[in-house]
Every structure is written in C-alpha cells, then in structure tokens.
C-alpha cells in the first residue's frame, strides 16, 4: 500500500503530514484517554465518518463519508477501543505488562469488517456501501491485535511528543513522528548545541 499521511495539527498550531504506518495507529490520533482529550475529534458519529473518508480505509478504496454509517452506540465502541488500543500500544512502547482488560476490549472486537467487492462495470476494488460503525471498528481491532502479536510499535524519539507509529522504512531506523515536526526540531537543536560548545570552546 502506497504511503498514507494524515495531517495534524498540535495545539500550537503548527501543522504536519503524519504516517502512523496502521489503520489502528492512525486512530490513536483521533483522540484518547486522560490528557489525551485535548486532541477529541470525534465528537459526533458524522465526524467519525468524516475522518474515515480521510483515513488509510480510504487508500484501499476510496468512499466519502456518505457511505458510512455509524449510531451513537458504535461511536463509543470505536472510542472505547482506541482508548483501549492507546494504553496497550503504551505499554508495549514502554516495556509494561499489557493491561488485561484492555486487550479483552481489543479481542471482543474482531468480528466484522468492511467487505472488500468488486465494481461489477469497471472492476475496482471497492467497499460493500454502507460502511458501518461495527466494521470499522472491527478492522481496527484486527489491526490493532496484528500489531500487539508482532510488534514493532514505536514512540517518537521526541520528548513532549508521545506519539505512536509502526516503523514500515527498509531501513527499520525511524525515530520521529514526522522529520517536519519533531525530526527537525531535533537537528535545530542539536546543531545549536554544537555551535554553542564551539563558541565556549573558542572563548
Ligand atoms: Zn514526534
């Protein structure tokens, strides 16, 4: 799958394109539990359809947020998921046992997801219509268990930053939620260090 990005934007204000690597990573940014709320973007089940249409979902196969539906009671189920989802993938980041309760959330989930068919007229691939709150929630679920069983759940090497991305790069050496935010916030003050050790070096 081709690269996908979401755009962010942190309560300073700046705004920077951010690829979690993950349908259920890329949830995570939605909003979450605790400090968290400050980032609450799902308010109201037309927002949650509103933000899919604009999620990786959509890279598979494009939709608006006409063909999805979603009730009040599936929106709290995919927030009480993510939620879920933020203190698991935590504690996997942080080298915690994984709190029980919570992956019995991430387990009761699995069940449906969007079903992939085929255009009969011009043969792409496409989402059954409706998309609905309880498949949605069940592909993040699924990926969200994927990811607790391999692993590879990263935090940004930042301090203050916190947020979490699956390392997809060849390399295998990403550090930084995105270079535009805090990969460049870091070379600016590294080379500030530097200059100021050969100032005080020169004096
Ligand atoms: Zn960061």
């Known amino acids: ?49 509103a933000w899919l ?31 879920a989802f933020w203190r698991v993938a935590r504690s996997m980041v942080r080298g915690g046992d994984l709190p029980s309760a919570d992956l019995d959330v991430l ?18 691939l496409t989402w059954a219509r409706p998309i609905t709150g309880t498949q949605v929630l069940g592909a993040a679920a699924r990926d969200a268990v994927e990811l607790v069983a391999r692993g590879g759940v990263r935090e940004c090497s930042a301090d203050n930053c916190g ?13 930084w939620c995105s270079m535009e935010r805090c990969g460049n916030r870091h070379k600016v003050r590294a080379h500030r260090a530097r200059h100021e050790t050969e100032t005080a070096e020169a004096q």
């Open 107 to 124: 387990n009761a989930a699995t069940a449906e997801t969007p079903r992939p068919v085929v255009d009969p007229h011009t043969r792409a």
């Open 163 to 175: 947020l979490l991305f699956v390392d997809t790069s060849r390399a295998g050496n990403r550090r």
């Open 53 to 83: 249409a604009d999620s990786r979902l959509a890279a598979t196969a494009p939709f608006t947020a006409a063909d999805v539906r979603v009730t009040e009671a599936e929106l709290a189920a995919v927030k009480e998921l993510r939620d």
């Open 1 to 49: 799958m081709a690269t996908w990005t979401r755009t962010l934007t942190r309560p300073d204000g700046q705004s920077f394109r951010f690829d979690p690597g993950s349908f259920a990573l890329e949830l995570l940014v939605s909003g979450g539990p605790g400090e968290l709320r400050v980032f609450e973007a799902l308010h109201a089940p037309d927002d949650l359809a």
